[in-house]
């Protein structure tokens, strides 16, 4: 009897404790949260490139090495098919020559076939009277782009005359389902273009189209593996798988190890890529989302999120302290990145 009295007292007891605690809070109370922790947020360019009119473009092919050339010379070449068998064509070596018989090597490369048609002529008049030399080009081979990723016919393709942007993508036999076009970039030079192959392809934008140039490479990333990027005051800087295509920010700091050092958790950078020429820059409080006062924050594919070790003043101060990292970290980061801020040019 005496044990029961002591539990009802103590149960009684905590009751009464609950019911202090919340005494003050009226019934249906709700606790408002603002809608996001991002503290400001500034939309970023860049400038497209001049775009190639192929109407004015130069339609005259030009010989360049590894091109393959038909040559006819009537009386010599009858001659020559007496004793050897006739050849199926000169190719242009990489000194831009081709070896002919009697005369040897001649100089064709960067000539059109008029150009070389009247140079063989001269070239044979001290071994034929008056030759009359017919050229044709059999393979083209000297001017090559490059079809890389998620086309259904990736590999080489070479050009034969001006071909823009969207004649290029055409090249590949169209695209894979899993084709990320968002991340899809033509390389020139090693530098990536400023060109949106997404409003290209899916909106028509003809500002895109640019003239394509012997040796561009354009390259379409698959949608499987996407990442978002941790750099700063963190233990582990480098890319952060996305788990089905999801993950916030707390998630991708605490996967990079943060916490191990000071930090500045009211100014958390985060550099958004939408194409190669349309960004944004975020600056997000993360002490509002530890405190349950704003929602998490979900990144996106290709996100630089950038954890200052201390106080950061404007953009271009962050920017500089991230550059030396983002640099190492080049090859992989979004074409927006590395278009505004790690190309030479002043953007």
């Known amino acids: 009897m005496m044990f029961r009295c002591l539990l009802s007292l103590c149960c009684l007891m905590l009751i009464m404790t609950g019911c202090a605690r919340y005494a003050d809070l009226p019934a ?21 490139p001049l775009l190639g009119d192929l109407s004015q473009a130069n339609s005259v092919y030009r010989v360049g090495p590894g091109d393959v050339l038909a040559i006819s010379i009537p009386g010599m070449m009858a001659q020559k098919a007496a004793t050897t068998e006739q050849p199926q064509g000169y190719r242009v070596y990489s000194s831009g020559k081709v070896l002919l018989p009697l005369v040897g090597g001649v100089e064709v490369g960067g000539l059109t076939v008029d150009e070389i048609q009247i140079h063989l002529q001269d070239v044979f008049k001290p ?15 000297s001017q090559p782009i490059y079809l890389l990723g998620e086309f259904l016919q990736p590999g080489v393709q070479y050009l034969d005359r001006p071909v823009s942007l969207i004649q290029g993508i055409a090249l590949g036999g169209g695209m894979s389902k899993a084709a990320n076009l968002r991340g899809a970039r033509v390389v020139r030079a090693n530098n990536i273009l400023p060109v949106d192959v997404f409003e290209l392809v899916y909106r028509s934008d003809l500002r895109q189209n640019v003239l394509l140039q012997p040796g561009d490479t354009i390259y379409i990333p698959g949608n499987e593996q996407q990442n978002v990027f941790v750099f700063g005051a963190v233990t582990d800087e480098g890319p952060i798988p996305m788990l089905n295509g999801r993950i916030s920010l707390l998630q991708a700091l605490s996967s990079a190890g943060l916490g191990k050092s000071s930090y500045d958790a009211s100014r958390i950078r985060v550099i958004r890529s939408y194409s190669p020429t349309q960004g944004e820059l975020l600056v997000i409080d993360l002490r509002k989302i530890i405190a349950g006062e704003a929602m998490p924050f979900a990144l996106q594919n290709g996100d630089v999120v950038y954890v200052p070790r201390s106080g950061v003043g404007d953009w271009n101060q962050a920017l500089s302290e991230m550059l030396p990292t983002l640099q190492v970290f080049s090859a992989i980061l979004q074409p927006f990145v590395q278009i505004k801020y790690l190309t030479d040019d002043d953007n």
């Open 28 to 48: 249906g109370f709700r606790a408002e949260i603002s809608a996001s922790p991002v503290v400001n947020q500034e939309p970023v360019a860049v400038a497209p």
């Open 127 to 141: 071994f034929v009277k008056e030759p009359i030399i017919t050229v044709e080009i059999l393979e083209y081979k």
